[in-house]
């Protein structure tokens, strides 16, 4: 294990090194570092299946993207990187690296094999912060998936939970229902 000392301030340049030297995806979640492993076959297949839903029910002027961070308002040293976000296609011509939250229609986070109830929690409050409209949980664990809706004071006032099978129902401006019926369960951990 290598230990990295970060200068106050310098939060964003110590998860950059991490990236660069370990390939773990970084993302800083209330100040702290969070690290994780590239997805995995059925994790990147949840993302696919649903990438490939959304394309059909956006409309004009949003798009879907990969691996394109969110920051939190205010502080750049804070920012999420979800599996799949919706915004505008005028990211495409952003030299920024972090877009705003308020232009985020949809954050989709698809949760790891490993990671702990405390870690969804503060993504799910870290995102209600930052002001992100709609974020979609989907956990391969369980088959389950979440809808948190109308952010406010750091929380999602609308949670909508549901099961594999079920549809997702959108809000505008998007329109349409994700299925869920084709997403993968994880193996189970033994």
Do not use: C, F
């Not at 011509?93 to 229609?105: G, I, S, T, Y």
């Not at 389950?144 to 939970?161: E, I, K, N």
Request: proline letters at 7%; charged letters at 25%; hydrophobic letters at 40%.
């Amino acid at each position: 294990m290598t230990a990295i000392t970060v200068r106050p301030g310098r939060l964003r340049d110590a998860a950059e090194e991490i990236e660069r030297s370990t390939g773990l995806r970084v993302q800083i979640i209330g100040g702290t570092l969070v690290m994780s492993p590239t997805p995995r076959g059925k994790h990147a297949g949840t993302i696919k299946r649903l990438n490939r839903q959304l394309a059909s029910l956006l409309p004009a002027g949003l798009d879907t993207y990969e691996v394109s961070s969110i920051a939190m308002p205010d502080n750049r040293e804070d920012y999420a990187t979800p599996g799949l976000v919706v915004l505008p296609v005028a990211w495409e011509d952003d030299d920024e690296w972090l877009a705003d939250p308020r232009d985020v229609a949809l954050a989709i986070e698809v949760i790891s094999n490993a990671e702990g109830v405390r870690s969804v929690a503060t993504k799910t409050d870290w995102y209600a912060t930052a002001g992100v409209s709609e974020l979609l949980t989907v956990d391969p664990r369980k088959g389950v998936w979440t809808l948190y809706t109308h952010p406010r004071d750091g929380a999602y006032q609308g949670v909508l939970h549901g099961k594999y099978g079920e549809p997702v129902p959108l809000a505008a401006p998007l329109s349409g229902e994700l299925l869920t019926v084709d997403l993968k369960l994880y193996t189970p951990r033994t």
